[in-house]
């Protein structure tokens, strides 16, 4: 049986295959200075004819992830972009500046603004959900629609909110693969080489002065939801067990009445991973393509 660090050394070269297959598939790295970060855009020119579309990751992740599913965006889509958060995959932070929700949320912001003069599509999974929601709140003339996956954003209250980060403080793989088990709907064999990488992912010092900055102010409110005109779909899998139930409770009583929310079978944390095929079909049913194109 391989070690753990010879299974992390196997899901990196992994990683690198995704970038590397990304590359083939015509996507072409960029970077935009923004907050002190140097903030990695891949991108590549899609087949479709519908508005760009922008793929925001959660914390802890990167694009390679998504990467089935950016190229299965290609098809349908004039444009297909992922952002990397500063601290995660390519995207870095000067050493002077701190990680915080602030200077990310507005990073990330920045990054989606170069993307297409036109208002964009931007698809967000966890933390991404929350930056495309707060840049769709902060911008909204430049956004097109707005789709998200189990998107953080919604309030806790004092006493929920650090019980929940401790989630994120993993010592040790036995402790990750726990958490990966909220992730899945069925926890792949490769989990232990997750594990490894997970338990050094999230300890980085940055992502750890992440956490520890998170305050109340960051969670959207109500009526920042109410003002939101554009289309919108949020999907919260009925196998959702990483974030409270009461955050989609929040989202079904303060999201506008035209905002779809799906509970779709078999999805958990990350459908992205399980299901890219047909998250992305979803996504193009929700966002057709322009008739008379």
């Known amino acids: 049986m391989k070690t753990v660090g010879e299974l992390v050394s196997i899901l990196n070269t992994l990683e690198k295959s995704a970038r590397w297959m990304l590359r083939r598939r015509g996507f072409e790295s960029r970077w935009v200075l923004a907050q002190g970060a140097r903030v990695h855009v891949s991108e590549a020119k899609g087949s479709g004819t519908r508005a760009p579309i922008a793929v925001l990751h959660g914390v802890g992740s990167n694009l390679t992830p998504y990467s089935r599913m950016l190229i299965g965006l290609k098809r349908g889509f004039r444009k297909v972009a992922a952002i990397e958060t500063p601290g995660h995959g390519e995207s870095t932070l000067d050493a002077q500046r701190t990680l915080t929700p602030d200077l990310a949320f507005g990073a990330v912001s920045e990054a989606l603004l170069t993307i297409s003069e036109e208002p964009i599509v931007v698809f967000g999974n966890s933390l991404g959900g929350g930056m495309a929601l707060r840049h769709a709140i902060d911008h909204p003339e430049r956004v097109a629609a707005l789709i998200l996956s189990s998107p953080a954003g919604a309030p ?59 305050r109340s102010e960051h969670f959207v409110k109500p009526e920042e939801l109410q003002r939101l005109t554009m289309p919108i779909l949020l999907l919260w899998g009925e196998d959702e067990r990483l974030l409270p139930p009461e955050h989609i409770a929040f989202f079904e009583s303060h999201l506008p009445s035209h905002a779809l929310i799906e509970r779709p079978r078999q999805f958990a944390h990350s459908p992205y991973l399980e299901f890219p095929k047909v998250l992305t079909e979803r996504i193009f049913r929700f966002f057709p393509e322009p008739a008379g194109r």
Do not use: C, N
Not at 160 to 180: H, I, M, Q, V
Not at 204 to 213: C, G, N, R, V, Y
């Open 156 to 214: 806790f209250d004092s006493r929920a909110l650090p019980s929940f980060l401790r989630r994120f403080e993993l010592k040790d793989s036995a402790e990750a693969l726990e958490f990966l088990s909220l992730m899945y709907h069925d926890v792949p064999w490769y989990a232990r080489a997750l594990a490894g990488g997970l338990v050094e992912k999230l300890g980085t010092p940055q992502l750890k002065q992440f956490f520890e900055s998170i």
